[in-house]
C-alpha cells in the first residue's frame, strides 16, 4: 500500500433532479466525518437526495482505491459541495387563463475524499 501525502480523489454528478438547498442540508451532515460515519449517516437518513449522495461517495472512495491504493478505513470527507444547475422551467394552467410558472432546478454534486 503506497502512502501518498495530500493524496485526494473526487467524484461527481452532475445534472441531478433535485434541489441545491436540499442537497445542502444532508451535504453539511457528512463533511469533514469519516467514510464510515458518512455511509452509515446516508444510509439512515429519510431524503430522496440521499440515495444519489451515496453513489457519488462510493465512487469517490473507489477512485481513491483505484489511484492511490488506500484503505476505506483512512479516507474523511474533505469537501462536500452542490452547485446550482440549470432550471427548467415550466407553466401549469393557473385561474382566468393565466399561466404559472414552476422552476424545476437542477444541482451538481461534487465529493472529495482524502487521506488524514
Do not use: W
Request: net charge positive.
Amino acid at each position: 500500500m503506497k502512502k501518498i501525502v495530500n493524496s485526494e480523489a473526487k467524484a461527481s454528478s452532475r445534472y441531478l433532479r433535485v434541489s441545491p438547498f436540499k442537497v445542502r442540508r444532508i451535504l453539511d451532515q457528512i463533511r469533514g466525518r469519516s467514510y464510515f460515519d458518512a455511509l452509515i449517516i446516508l444510509k439512515f437518513m429519510p431524503y430522496k437526495a440521499c440515495s444519489p449522495i451515496l453513489k457519488v461517495l462510493l465512487s469517490a472512495v473507489n477512485n481513491a482505491k483505484q489511484l492511490y491504493s488506500l484503505n476505506e478505513s483512512s479516507l474523511f470527507v474533505t469537501e462536500a459541495r452542490a452547485d446550482a444547475g440549470p432550471i427548467l422551467k415550466r407553466f401549469r394552467p393557473h385561474a382566468q387563463g393565466r399561466g404559472f410558472p414552476i422552476k424545476k432546478p437542477m444541482c451538481h454534486i461534487v465529493i472529495k475524499v482524502s487521506y488524514i
